[in-house]
């Protein structure tokens, strides 16, 4: 789910400006994006020109109140939905320009995505629906194999490998969730309220493990939720409001209720 403007070195999430659409490439840029859904015989306008940059590498959040357009952002970002308009930029790709089977692959290849339901397919085993994407995408079972368990061992599964979903935790499952997002090496990850079906301790330590993901393999975490508590652990906080991205804030020295303040001051800001 990812954006912003790199100012500099010291604050390279700032969303004051909005991207320029001849800017170098970055992670995920999006620019005037707009979207519409009919319902009820009405049209609701879920983004109104939302633009957002992220040029470096990161945790990143992006908060709003519930039918703030946040999540509908998230699903245009990772490609799940196009845009009516505007432009979406992700892993050096224009994404809002590619045919179906080019979003597929893009998909399966480029970006990995992790929803608030894990989605793991309950007749498999851990490992297996680990390398799934990578079955669907045909490549060698043996090297497949590996990765998969590769992954599992590094977010503290090598011993659930060959377990199924219905013998896995709640937090365990929601890891093989983000280890099957990881197949790819994906220079992006989007998370769409990734704890909400989590305890408080469960929360904390996948929190702590996206930070460390992000940090480690110099990718981008980018992720929806309505938790400070969860934006704390982020480097830089997005905020929407009515669809258009109102601002954002680095965390830095910042806690919980900390976190409450800024973000409000943000949307109480002139747009």
């Known amino acids: 789910m990812t954006q912003r403007m790199a100012t500099d070195a010291a604050n390279a999430a700032t969303a004051s400006p ?3 659409s001849d800017a170098p490439a970055a992670f995920v840029r999006a620019l005037g994006v707009r979207k519409a859904y009919r319902t009820g015989g009405r049209e ?10 992220i040029a470096e590498p990161g945790f990143y959040a992006i908060m709003g109140s519930s039918g703030s357009g946040k999540s509908t952002l998230l699903h245009l970002l990772a490609g799940l939905d196009r845009p009516d308009a505007g432009t979406i930029e992700v892993a050096g790709t224009r994404i809002d320009s590619l045919d179906e089977h080019g979003l597929t692959v893009h998909r399966r290849t480029r970006v990995g995505v992790v929803f608030q339901q894990y989605n793991l397919l309950p007749t498999l085993s851990a490992v297996d629906n680990v390398m799934l994407p990578g079955v669907l995408d045909g490549r060698p079972r043996a090297a497949l194999r590996a990765r998969a368990l590769e992954l ?7 011993d ?10 709640g937090g365990e499952q929601q890891r093989v969730a983000i ?54 652990h982020c480097r830089h906080v997005f905020v929407i409001r009515d669809g258009t991205v109102a601002g ?22 002139p747009r």
């Open 18 to 20: 909005g991207p320029r």
């Open 248 to 269: 954002g804030f680095d965390t830095k020295g910042l806690n919980a209720s900390d976190l409450v303040v800024r973000a409000a001051g943000t949307l109480g800001a």
């Open 179 to 232: 280890a099957r997002a990881l197949l790819f090496e994906p220079p992006v990850l989007f998370a769409d309220e990734p704890t909400g079906a989590l305890d408080s301790a469960n929360s904390e330590r996948m929190w702590r493990m996206l930070d460390e993901l992000a940090r480690e393999r110099r990718m981008v975490v980018l992720m929806v939720t309505h938790e400070p508590a969860a934006a704390a």
């Open 44 to 53: 609701v306008h879920a983004l109104r020109g939302a633009s957002l940059e």
């Open 152 to 158: 599992l061992a590094t977010l503290g599964l090598a």
């Open 160 to 169: 659930r490998a060959d377990h199924r979903p219905e013998a896995l935790s």
